[in-house]
C-alpha cells in the first residue's frame, strides 16, 4: 500500500476525531457508511447510521457536560483500513470535571467507517474537582501531538 494511502487514512482518523471535539453530530455521522456498526465500551452494539447516531446524541445534546477526546497515540494500517486511536476523554460540567483513558478501534472500506469499536478503562469516568483539570493534556498539546506521530511504515 501506497504512503498516500496511509496518510489519507490517518487524515480520516484525526478529522473523525475533530468532529466529536467540534461538537458536530453531523460531520461525526457523515464519516460512517450506511451499514456501520458502532460498539461501545459497555458491550452495547448499534448497527446503521440513524441507531448510531441516536446512540449519540445525548454525548452531543450535552447530557454528560462538555466531552473531548485528546488523542494519545494512532496506529494505521493502510492495507486493511484499519486504525486504532489511544485518547484520554475529558469530560466537564459547571461543577465537576472528569475523565478516562481509552481507544477506538475504526474500520474503513471505501473512504467510509464501517465499524467503531470502542474500549475503555475504567467503568465510569474519574471525576474530580475543575480545578484539578489542567492537569489534562491542553489542545494545543493534543495537535503537537498528532502532528508529532508519523504513519506507520515511514
Not at 440513524?50 to 488523542?71: M, Y
Request: charged fraction near 30%.
Amino acid at each position: 500500500m501506497a504512503r498516500d494511502d496511509r496518510v489519507k487514512l490517518k487524515k480520516l482518523v484525526i478529522d473523525f476525531t475533530q468532529a466529536f471535539n467540534d461538537d458536530d453530530l453531523d460531520r461525526v455521522m457523515s464519516f460512517f457508511a450506511a451499514d456501520a456498526s458502532y460498539d461501545e465500551f459497555n458491550g452495547i452494539r448499534h448497527i446503521g447510521k440513524n441507531a448510531i447516531r441516536e446512540a449519540f446524541v445525548p454525548q452531543f445534546r450535552g447530557d454528560f457536560g462538555k466531552i473531548r477526546f485528546r488523542a494519545e497515540d494512532l496506529f494505521i494500517d493502510a492495507v486493511t483500513g484499519k486504525a486504532l486511536i489511544s485518547w484520554c476523554c475529558t469530560l466537564e460540567s459547571a461543577e465537576r470535571a472528569g475523565g478516562w483513558r481509552g481507544l477506538d478501534v475504526l474500520h474503513f472500506r471505501n473512504g467510509l467507517l464501517i465499524n467503531k469499536q470502542t474500549y475503555a478503562k475504567t467503568k465510569l469516568p474519574s471525576m474530580i474537582k475543575k480545578h484539578d483539570m489542567e492537569k489534562w493534556p491542553t489542545s494545543e498539546k493534543v495537535a503537537a501531538r498528532l502532528a508529532s506521530i508519523d504513519v506507520i511504515g515511514d
